[in-house]
Nanobody
């Protein structure tokens, strides 16, 4: 059974920092391997948008709006893959529900439950 468990959201003042984490577990990740892990976000009334991704060989991609402020990283062990999102210099426009995403080599996509990030001005 696949599980993506997110944590680390909360309320922070503009200019502050938060670190999100997402632990992905399940036997399917051992069978097929993970191609890409990433973070997306959805603000009220807006579509879900890409924040950042990291491939299995370490290549990263960032939305222009977060470049230089956010950093993605991954820690892997035999049973679990954990993706982190370090968010610095947060702005009110970063307020959204943040979702982690994992795509395996077979093409399946898996999503976390979402964690709220609120940045006050």
């Amino acid at each position: 059974q696949v599980q993506l468990v997110e944590s680390g959201g909360g309320l922070v003042q503009a200019g502050g920092s938060l670190r999100l984490s997402c632990a992905a577990s399940g036997s399917i990740f051992s069978i097929f391997g993970i191609n890409v892990m990433g973070w997306y976000r959805q603000a009220p009334g807006k579509q879900r948008e890409l924040v950042t991704t990291i491939t299995s060989d370490g290549n990263t991609n960032y939305a222009d709006s977060v470049k230089g402020r956010f950093a993605i990283s991954v820690f892997r062990d035999n049973a679990k893959n954990t993706v982190y999102l370090q968010m610095n210099s947060l702005k009110p426009e970063d307020t959204a529900v943040y979702y982690c995403n994992t795509r395996i080599t077979r093409g399946d996509n898996y999503w976390g439950q979402g964690t709220q990030v609120t940045v006050s001005s």
